[in-house]
């Protein structure tokens, strides 16, 4: 292998392993949620809103770090990610109130946001040839794959560990001192002549095919708020179901889901963008009915099966959709179209989930429920029909790599 090659695998092995640990990271406390509410008094409320502030932490991220990358480079901004998420350790490690939740869960936010744009842009500009293809798919796919590892470690944590809350923050927060050596030996993915000088810009859609980018988002928003929804209430929907269910089982739930997208990028990557988004929303919209049912009926069954097809489906669709944006989207615009499809998405997990909330205070967790399967479902909807108006499932696009991306 030559001495490039090389220095690409390592360098697209690095970044790889550090998405996903500090994906890992922003679902991890899912499960020990119950063992704070204990300890603190915490309220549902209080625990979606607790999960709510990481959101904002990411959409904060995406937007204040949004033209950074392009000055400075990649990897010095995959680096303060990985500071923002030691600090989070830390503070987790130290809390005991609801005010260290807030602050450990917006640093956490910011490590996230930090690398949802940059890290997937480094991915597939330093990939090697024999990844370059589908370097968008592997970025996505360590994104949500970190997701789902997060819970069900969270929850293996409350059935074995005797401090949970102590001992995974610890361990985490050794692996992300290694991956910080790791990461300074990387290669840095934009090279100096396309660097410019640093002025602030908010994150923007890409100048062109805008009606393509919206109907992606909306998809995006759709199955990004199904998971969080999951991530956040799946140990209040299991009580309802079962009162002596186990943070572990919980933890299982939600890595199904977020297990079931990161399975779906790489089981299926050799699917089109527009076969694999068609795919997507098909099977992420029988997921949300499944979940409908499931509610209705009382089953942790359903729920489970629904957590993974709706996983399924989002990660057909959330994988094809990067890979679009990174495909169509100039040098100059790829991170900020990128961060801003992320911006999208956060505050479509945020938001319906906090109303989520406020809905079930009132009217009950079913009720909830519904409602919220209902605005994800049109959400679905609206941006299928946004594809259609910009012409997206009549034909193939004539190029479906990325090898043209990384020059």
């Given amino acids: 292998m030559p001495a490039d090659s090389r220095v690409r695998s ?32 915490l309220t549902t409320l209080q625990v979606t809103e607790v999960y709510a502030i990481y959101a904002l932490g990411v959409i904060a991220a995406l937007v204040a770090f949004n033209s950074l990358s392009n000055t400075l480079g990649r990897r010095p901004l995959l680096m303060i990610g990985l500071i923002c998420s030691v ?18 869960r917006l640093l956490t936010g910011l490590a996230a946001g930090v690398f949802m744009g940059t890290a997937t842009v480094a991915a597939v500009e330093v990939a090697p040839h024999r990844f370059a293809k589908h370097s968008a798919v592997w970025a996505t796919a360590a994104n949500i794959l970190g997701l789902g590892l997060g819970p069900v470690i969270g929850g293996l944590g409350t059935k074995f560990l005797d401090k949970p809350q102590d001992d995974l923050f610890l361990g985490h927060l050794a692996l992300i001192a290694v991956l910080v050596v790791l990461l300074l030996t990387t290669r840095e993915p934009l090279g100096r002549s396309d660097r410019v ?59 199904c889901g977020f297990g079931g997208s990161a399975l779906a990028q790489f089981a299926f990557r050799r699917l089109t963008i527009t076969r694999g988004l068609a795919a ?30 709706t996983g399924l489906g989002q990660g ?40 989520l909330a406020f809905i079930e205070k009132s009217f009950g967790l079913t009720t909830a429920g519904f409602a919220f399967c209902l605005f994800a479902l049109a959400f679905a909807v609206i941006g299928v029909l946004q594809l259609g108006r910009a012409g997206i499932w009549r034909k193939e696009p004539a190029v479906d790599h990325l090898e043209a991306v990384r020059t």
């Fill in 197 to 255: 000088p640093f002025s602030w810009k908010e994150p923007k859609p890409p100048s062109e095919n805008r009606l393509t980018y919206a109907g992606l988002t909306m998809i995006g928003v759709s199955g990004m708020a199904t998971l969080g929804m999951l991530a956040g209430l799946t140990p209040h929907f299991l009580s309802s179901f079962y009162p002596d269910a186990s943070g572990l089982a919980a933890g299982l739930v939600v890595g």
């Fill in 10 to 41: 390592f360098s697209f092995f690095v970044i790889l392993v550090s998405f996903v640990a500090i994906m890992a990271h922003t679902a991890m406390p899912t499960p020990i949620y119950a063992i704070y509410s204990k300890e603190f008094g």
């Fill in 87 to 104: 600090a989070s350790n830390l503070v987790f490690l130290n809390a005991s109130s609801i005010a260290y939740l807030f602050a450990a």
């Fill in 280 to 309: 997507g929303v098909c099977v992420m919209s029988l997921g949300l009915l499944v979940l409908i049912g499931a509610m209705v009926f009382g089953s942790g069954v359903l729920y489970t099966s629904a957590a993974l097809l």
């Fill in 316 to 355: 057909l669709s959330i994988a094809r959709s990067v890979q679009e944006i990174s495909l169509k989207t100039s040098l100059s615009e790829r991170v900020s179209a990128v961060n801003l499809y992320y911006v999208a998405l956060y505050t479509g997990a945020a938001v319906p989930v906090i109303a």
